[in-house]
């Protein structure tokens, strides 16, 4: 499985921003999730959807992310939507198809995905 990410940029406060992530190969069963990091920060997770299209998300976005999936085009999308300062981070996608991987999401456990995009940049300025 390859991740290949896009539609990150530069924002002014209170913007939005779509990302996309397309994967190749066979992905109907696939658990994907967007994450990001931020200079200096751990990775976090953002945003999960489960292959049967359950959704999770951080605290810190919720009510302003959206995740949703495209089947038919093998894309993930992020919809962000009132951006702040501190959405500012790289953002990467990343999928697995074994269930137990997301147990902890949005943290990471001790197994992390097998896949994972190259990130794409957003930044939001004040």
């Known amino acids: 499985v390859q991740l290949v990410e896009s539609g990150g940029g530069s924002v002014e406060v209170g913007g939005s921003i779509t990302l996309s992530c397309v994967h190749s190969?066979?992905?109907?069963?696939?658990?994907m999730a967007w994450f990001r990091q931020a200079p200096g920060k751990e990775r976090e997770g953002v945003a999960y959807r489960g292959f049967l299209a359950t959704t999770r998300y951080a605290d810190s976005v919720k009510g302003r992310f959206t995740i949703s999936k495209e089947n038919r085009n093998n894309t993930l999308f992020l919809q962000m939507n009132n951006l702040k300062p501190e959405d500012t981070a790289m953002y990467y996608c990343a999928a697995d198809f074994r269930s137990f991987v997301w147990d902890s999401f949005p943290l990471l456990g001790a197994i992390e995905p097998d896949y994972w995009g190259q990130g794409t940049q957003v930044t939001v300025s004040s």
């Open positions: 190969g066979p992905g109907s069963s696939l658990y």
